[in-house]
């Protein structure tokens, strides 16, 4: 708990995110994308249709975050930026992740295995954010410098924040094929015999 | 006398309270999680959410950014005169602007965001007529990470006890960390496929600290606690010891042919609000008051 935190910076070469050992924190510096479930079927559709995506995500960090932002003058400011449930976004990750090569993936909750997969194959990996944790997520974002596909609502957008300390992340899914999530669920499948039993069941 | 502007602005401060600040029960689960929590990556989490919960009552900011939909349920005196209704619509309104909220509601189909968390039948209103001469409005603030996780089971009366129990065990290992773990359960026991969700709910907005008055309920709200706490998913299902935080029970007689069992999850967030509106304008909130 005392080492000093790693810090990454963004767009993140391939090599800094193969080098990430799971269960190990880091906090994040740098240009970070907001995108959940519109974000992804939209660029996906973009690619269909050979239209230019309004920023590049290629070594990127793509959080999935629908923040609470505030606008004053012309100048609009993260009040509360968490991160929303992953899961949802499991089928059209591992195809993201091939079309457009993010580095890194922030989110709660972690991702199925063909987003694993993917991760393993491009070279990306999932930072887990505690969720709900709004506040202390929203410190790290030091300013917003745009946002792009506002039409899709405040929650869809995609967002550009210029992060500093963002974190703690815990490295949850490296580049290699592991999977933090997978590692808790082959305990919980044990545990789950000393429950039944608990509660009297076969 | 009570006008709807009383309303909406009651409205407006119960929000902000409720989306700024958890009750004193939740509060407390959580500290103790963190405290009973040894491990690294488990204990991080918990540190981040019991800091987090400092820096929201510090920066009077809303500790989650998903500030839900809102599930109001107001009790009325007999001779309510005032439109109840109208004040918690505009103060929702009001308070998406000046909290901020983060706009959530959208059409179902077309999933247009109007913007202000306003539209068909949103926010949502349960009513209720009391003895009592205030208004009492309460409210959730109810993100979706955790509502996409809960489940209706129509069990039939042979499956019982066994089959309520393999239900919720069944239900909270499919949620496994997506809902934002360590959470709170809220079961509903019979009724009908109606009442049995919306007793679910309403057994949210019990404090997690009082166990049910009947002692059979009491008694399976405490081994389904334990028994779910033997789990391992842990905060943000990243492992560790803490997956529920509390576990309440409501229930009603249902028909003698069926058993619906409805389970309502809620994140770690439990956010729940309470203002009374007295006769003469005086506002209290109890859930908030320390």
């Known amino acids: 708990m005392n080492k000093m935190p790693k810090i990454l910076k963004t767009p993140l070469s391939e090599e800094v995110v193969r080098g990430l050992k799971l269960g190990e924190t880091v906090y994040m510096e740098g240009v970070v994308y907001t995108g959940r479930d519109e974000v992804h079927l939209h660029a996906l559709e973009y690619l269909e249709k050979g239209k230019k995506l309004p920023v590049e995500f290629k070594g990127c960090a793509l959080f999935h975050c629908g923040p609470i932002m505030r606008k004053t003058g012309d100048k609009w400011q993260a009040v509360a930026a968490g991160p929303t449930t992953s899961s949802r976004m499991n089928s059209l990750e591992p195809l993201f992740i091939e079309k457009f090569r993010p580095g890194a993936i922030i989110g709660k909750g972690g991702m199925s295995q063909p987003t694993v997969d993917a991760m393993k194959t491009y070279g990306c990996v999932y930072l887990a954010i505690t969720g709900g944790a709004a506040v202390l997520a929203a410190q790290g974002i030091k300013s917003v410098s745009g946002v792009e596909w506002f039409e899709l609502g405040m929650p869809e957008a995609i967002w550009i924040l210029n992060t500093e300390n963002f974190g703690p992340l815990t490295v949850a899914m490296d580049a290699h094929g592991n999977s933090l999530y997978a590692d808790v669920n082959a305990k919980v499948k044990e545990n789950e015999k000393k429950a039944r039993q608990k509660l009297g069941l076969a | ?290």
């Open chain 2, 1 to 290: 006398m009570v006008t709807e502007e009383d309303i909406q602005n009651a409205t407006v401060e119960l929000l902000r309270k409720t989306v700024v600040k958890l009750p004193a029960d939740v509060e407390e689960a959580l500290r103790k999680a963190y405290a009973s929590e040894t491990d690294e990556v488990p204990r991080m989490q918990m540190k981040t959410i019991v800091d987090n919960i400092d820096m929201a009552l510090k920066g009077n900011t809303p500790m989650c950014q998903d500030t839900g939909v809102t599930i109001f349920y107001a009790s009325l005196p007999k001779d309510c005169k005032v439109d109840v209704e109208k004040g918690i619509v505009e103060g929702v309104r009001k308070a998406t602007k000046e909290v901020p909220l983060r706009p959530n509601a959208v059409h179902p189909l077309t999933r247009k965001n109007p913007g202000d968390n306003v539209g068909e039948r949103m926010p949502f209103i349960n009513w209720k007529v009391h003895g009592k001469d205030y208004i009492e409005i309460t409210v959730m603030t109810k993100g979706a990470g955790s509502e996409n996780m809960s489940q209706l089971a129509m069990l039939t009366p042979t499956q019982g006890l066994k089959g309520i129990k393999e239900f919720i065990l069944g239900a909270v290992l499919k949620a496994g960390s997506n809902p934002c773990p360590p959470t709170i359960l809220g079961i509903g026991l019979g009724g009908s496929s109606d009442i049995a969700m919306k007793l679910a709910k309403e057994a949210l907005l019990r404090p997690i600290n009082q166990r049910h008055k009947d002692p059979e309920i009491a008694k399976l709200e405490t081994d389904l606690l334990e028994a779910i706490n033997m789990l391992g998913i842990g905060p943000m299902g990243l492992g560790g010891k803490t997956t529920c935080l509390g576990l309440n029970i409501e229930y009603a007689y249902c028909h003698t042919a069926s058993l619906p069992v409805g389970l309502n999850v809620q994140c770690w967030a439990g956010r729940r609000g309470t203002v009374r509106i007295y006769p003469d304008g005086r506002t209290a909130y109890p859930t908030h008051e320390r």
